[in-house]
C-alpha cells in the first residue's frame, strides 16, 4: 500500500514546559516483557504488583500500555482498543485508584510499529480521546512516519503532538520514541517533550546493554529538570542477563539520571530483581534534583572505566566499571575526579560504609560489574 501524503508541517515554535517529571520518570512498561500480549489484566496485575512489592513506594508510579491496544477507528474517526482492552477508563480509574498513573502508547504515522493504527491525522482527537480516558503519559513513537517524512521533520511532527496534548488541560508525561534521530536532545524539549529516545531498542543481553549504555554519557549534559534523555526501558529481571550485569544496568541508568521504567514481568520477581529495582541510593542518584550530567573517563579502552557525578548536597557518586571478561582490578585517583582524600564512602550496591585513606582507591570489580561509591561532601 502507497504511504498517504505527508500533512502540512506546523510552524516552530516552543510548546510551553509541562511542569511535569522534575525528576526523571519512573513506572513499569509493557513491551519489553509482554509485547503484544499486554491487555487489561496484565496491566492491572502491574499496577497491583507496584504496591504489593513496594516498587510504588521506591517511586515507581507510571503504568505504561506499550503497543497493542489499539483497535481500529469508528465512524468519526475516534480511536478505540481492540478486544484485549475493553474499556480503557475503567482501567485508567482502577490504576489511579491504587495511586498510580496511566501511560499509553501512539505514533505519529499511519501505523504503530506492530501495525496497529497510529495517529496520522488525528492528533488532536487522539490527545482528546487520552485525556478523556484519564490517561497521564504518551510514549509517541516513529514507526511508520519514517517513510513519510525525513529527520528534519521530526521536530515539527513532534510538536504537533506536544501542542495537542497541551490543549486538552490534562497534564499528560509526552515520551518521545525517535530512535535518537535528528539528534533529538537539540530540540526535544521545545516541542513539550519530557523525554525522548537517544537510542535504538534494548534486548535483553549485555552485548545491547553494553553498547547503549556506555554510549550515552557525552550527551548527559542536555538533562535538566522535566527532559530527559531516554536511553530505553529496563530490562532487570528479564533473566537474560546476571545478577551483576543487571546491577550495572541500574548503576549506568542511575548515573544518567535515565527514566526507570521496569519492564519485567512484576508479578513474578526474584529477590534479587526486586532489590536492584528498589536500590534506594541508586534512585536517589537517578532522581537527584540538580540534574547533573555524568562525566566519563575511559581508563583502559573496552574494558574499565570511572564515571563520577556530582549531586546536589555536594556528595560525588563514583562508579568503576569492568567491561571485561575477566574480574578486574580498577584504580581511581582522587585527584582525578576532583576530591580530596575522602577518608569514607558508601558502596550503594552493599550499603556498607568503606573506610577510605590514601591519593587512591582501588576495587577489585567482577566481569561486566561495577563498584559504586558516594561519597560525602569534602
Ligand atoms: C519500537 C519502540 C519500542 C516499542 C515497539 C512497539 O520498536 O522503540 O520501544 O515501543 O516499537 O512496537
Not at 241 to 262: C, D, G
Not at 291 to 300: D, E, G, S
Request: glycine share 10%; proline share 6%.
Amino acid at each position: 500500500m502507497q504511504p498517504p501524503a505527508p500533512l502540512p508541517l506546523p510552524k516552530l515554535h516552543d510548546v510551553p514546559d509541562n511542569g511535569l517529571v522534575r525528576t526523571p520518570p519512573m513506572g513499569w512498561n509493557s513491551w519489553n516483557h509482554f509485547a503484544s500480549k499486554v491487555n487489561d489484566p496484565v496491566v492491572r496485575a502491574a499496577a497491583d504488583a507496584l504496591v504489593s512489592s513496594g516498587l510504588k513506594d521506591a517511586g515507581y508510579l507510571y503504568v505504561n500500555i506499550d503497543d497493542a491496544w489499539e483497535g481500529e477507528r469508528d465512524a468519526q474517526g475516534n480511536i478505540t482498543t481492540n478486544k484485549k482492552f475493553p474499556d480503557m477508563k475503567a482501567l485508567a480509574a482502577y490504576v489511579h485508584s491504587k495511586g498510580l498513573k496511566l501511560g499509553i502508547y501512539s505514533s505519529p504515522g499511519p501505523k504503530t510499529c506492530g501495525g496497529y493504527e497510529g495517529s496520522f491525522g488525528h492528533e488532536e482527537q487522539d490527545a482528546k480521546t487520552y485525556a478523556r480516558w484519564g490517561i497521564d503519559y504518551l510514549k509517541y513513537d516513529w514507526c511508520s512516519a519514517s517513510a513519510l517524512y525525513k529527520d528534519t521533520d521530526l521536530r515539527p511532527v513532534y510538536q504537533k503532538m506536544g501542542d495537542a496534548l497541551q490543549a486538552t488541560g490534562r497534564p499528560i508525561v509526552y515520551s518521545l520514541c525517535e530512535y535518537g534521530n535528528g539528534d533529538v536532545w537539540n530540540w526535544g524539549a521545545s516541542v513539550g517533550g519530557n523525554l525522548w529516545r537517544t537510542t535504538g531498542d534494548i534486548a535483553d543481553h549485555w552485548q545491547s546493554l553494553e553498547e547503549i549504555g556506555f554510549r550515552q554519557a557525552a550527551i548527559s549534559r542536555y538533562i535538566q529538570p522535566g527532559h530527559w534523555n531516554d536511553p530505553d526501558m529496563l530490562e532487570v529481571g528479564n533473566g537474560g542477563m546476571t545478577k551483576e550485569e543487571y546491577q550495572t544496568h541500574m548503576t549506568l541508568w542511575a548515573l544518567l539520571a535515565a527514566p526507570l521504567l521496569a519492564g519485567n514481568d512484576l508479578q513474578h520477581m526474584s529477590r534479587d530483581t526486586l532489590d536492584i529495582l528498589t536500590n534506594r541510593d541508586l534512585i536517589a542518584i537517578d532522581q537527584d534534583p540538580a540534574a547533573r550530567p555524568v562525566q566519563r573517563t575511559v581508563l583502559q579502552e573496552g574494558k574499565t572505566e570511572l564515571w563520577t557525578r556530582q549531586l546536589q548536597d555536594g556528595s560525588l557518586a563514583v562508579a568503576l566499571f569492568n567491561r571485561g571478561d575477566q574480574p578486574a582490578p580498577v584504580t581511581v585517583k582522587w585527584s582525578q575526579v576532583g576530591v580530596k582524600a575522602p577518608t569514607t564512602g558508601r558502596n550503594l550496591w552493599t550499603h556498607k560504609d568503606v573506610p577510605l585513606s590514601g591519593n587512591t582507591y582501588t576495587a577489585t570489580v567482577v566481569k561486566h560489574g561495577v563498584v559504586i561509591l558516594r561519597l560525602p561532601k569534602s
